[in-house]
């Protein structure tokens, strides 16, 4: 009998465990499953209307959070305790799950790596945020890479396993760039080129990858969820969809006129990402005589009034994740963001990164992670926390997001 029952009872463990993402009693009554007054519990399973992302009634919401580093690297990182702290004391209310495919990632062990993602998908739903499932591509930056060849197969399980559940979005290629390998560990930035990664490419994967993950909410009888696509250029050139010859290499300024056209990816509740790293993407430089070349702000001020965009990734620093930080073009580009663009959408943003190691768009201090000092933060981290607190909270800060920052154009 002992043993009669302990079968029982591990056959009622695996049906609520990572994989369990179907409806339940109460989800079938209208009352939800999270916790009362957090954030999925306020706005529900998310959806794009026009530019915006919104809420279940069609209301504008601004998601604001933090994103994973590689979990392969620190690991230590990712703890119920921590993501606790995120929310509770940082006020995140999304979290983007950075599962790096290759670097030393899912392609060495995907088992495990499934497992890590179920463990927080589920850390995030038990404290009522959203989270981004995010398959981390970045060398090679082309997502039709046979390196890259789990993809369908990795979206198709994890959809399966939480259709029913109202806070996952979907990221199906971080930064598609022109990039076959890095191999010089003196200059690790720089890549050998292959191809031109352009918008037809990335298209052609978001067209077979989309309903893979929307069949399996059809089969629940839901919404199909919010899905974020990659753009050419590190997520960069947002608009490659609307222009003909928009791609990364093409030596054109961002302004230049190209020929336009209508690219757009068919499938409901598509949002296209956009990265920035604030000392890198601004203002632009001289070039050619020209005193604003490849202005990133005045680029991004139009493009937010054409495609519904989630920026799912930015630092105050450089776009190598390092080096200085720059709080007052953080501040313009956050601004922007929140509405002071030509579409006044609200876009909804993830730092770069919860984490500890030496560069500088770490939040934490190297070795704080091991310590569960979850609080231990670096500049960059304190910034984030004060911005968090004004974006999420409500809260009165005149040290962040400062009016004197707002980009006009």
Known sequence: MKRLFFGALMALAMLVSCG??????????NVSPYPVNSPVAQHGRLQVKDLQLCDKDGNPVQLAGMSTMGWQWCGDC??????????EEWGINVLRLAMYVEEGG???????????????IDICGELGIYCIVDWHILTPGNPLDSKYGGAKE????????????EHLLYEICNEPNNCLEKGDPIHPWVCTKETNVTWDMIADYADDIIPAIQENYDSAGVTHPVVIVGTPQWDQLVDACLKEGMYQGNGKDLCDSLPARDARLKHDNVMYAFHF??????????????????????????????LPVFCSEFGLCEANGNGELDFDRTDKWLLLLSGNNAGNQKVSFCNWSFSDNERSSSALVPGACAREAWNDVTPSGDYIKRVLSVVNKGGADSTVLKQSNLYTK
């Open 20 to 29: 369990g993402g179907g409806n339940n009693a109460k989800q079938k009554k």
């Open 154 to 165: 990795f979206f198709s399980f994890i959809s399966k396993k939480y259709a029913g559940k």
């Open 277 to 306: 790293y604030a000392k890198e993407h601004n203002e632009g430089f001289e070039k050619d005589g020209k005193p604003d070349y490849y202005n990133m702000y005045a680029y991004m001020y139009d493009v937010l009034g054409k």
């Open 78 to 87: 990712y703890t119920k305790e921590s993501i606790k702290t995120m929310v």
């Open 106 to 120: 899912y392609n060495t062990n995907p088992i495990g790596f499934q497992q890590k993602m179920c463990e927080m």
